[in-house]
């Protein structure tokens, strides 16, 4: 079984900073691509961020410039940077991979996995 597990979520002022941080959990052989959602209630789950296995990014035209992505292979870690944060991006925030390969033998492969969410608010 393999899970992914999301950190550092709260409250924060607007203009301040957040750092989110997801780890892939289990017996992993290999991750996919990395990346992260956001939600807020009434609407549909859109994307913030994501990075490749090779480090390539995407980001969502909203967060450009403010946020960052980054993985760590070793650790099987994906992180999300947040700076001047605005009241708009108030959200759940949830970590997802395309694809997880386990170290198992033999070998499975979970495919569009979710973390549980970790709540960002951004209010004076």
């Known amino acids: 079984q393999v899970r992914l597990a999301e950190s550092g979520g709260g409250l924060v002022q607007p203009g301040g900073s957040l750092r989110l941080s997801c780890a892939v959990q289990?017996?992993?052989?290999?991750?996919?691509?990395l990346g992260w959602y956001r939600q807020t209630p009434g609407k549909e789950r859109e994307l913030v961020a994501t990075?490749?296995?090779?480090?390539?990014?995407h980001y969502a035209t909203s967060v450009k410039g403010r946020f960052t992505i980054s993985r760590d292979n070793a650790r099987y870690k994906v992180v999300l940077q947040m700076n001047s944060l605005a009241p708009e991006d108030t959200a759940d925030y949830y970590c997802?991979?395309?694809?997880?390969?386990?170290?198992?033998?033999?070998?499975?492969?979970?495919?569009?996995?979710w973390g549980q969410g970790t709540l960002v608010t951004v209010s004076s």
């Open positions: 990075v490749s296995n090779a480090g390539t990014t």
């Open positions: 997802w991979a395309d694809s997880i390969t386990t170290a198992t033998i033999p070998r499975n492969t979970y495919r569009e996995l």
């Open positions: 289990g017996n992993i052989g290999s991750v996919g691509v």
